[in-house]
């Protein structure tokens, strides 16, 4: 037998013991990461539940913003109207 296969089944043995040796740590370590994984999984999918109920009041929102400005101009030109008469009645008191 060659010097190499000597190492290499040396290796394969030590990895082999260190494995049995140390199984339940690997075991708990594999668990703990299929469950963060998992986790993972279902924020993302929560995530992604949320955008799109975030982008479903994207269009009714921006409605209500455009009526919104619009009332708003109105309001306006109705108030400046408002301060013309006003001003005009304030010019005629004073003028007499």
Excluded: C, F, W
């Amino acid at each position: 037998m060659k010097l190499t296969h000597l190492i290499a089944a040396g290796t394969a043995a030590t990895l082999s013991y260190l494995a049995v040796k140390n199984r339940d740590k690997i075991l708990q370590e594999m668990t703990e990461t299929t469950d963060l994984i998992h986790r993972m999984q279902d924020n993302y999918q929560t995530i992604q539940d949320s955008l799109t109920l975030i982008q479903s009041y994207q269009k009714p929102v921006q409605e209500m913003a455009e009526e919104i400005q619009y009332k708003v101009n109105v309001y306006q030109q109705s108030i400046a109207g408002n301060l013309n008469e006003i001003q005009k009645i304030k010019e005629k008191y004073l003028a007499e």
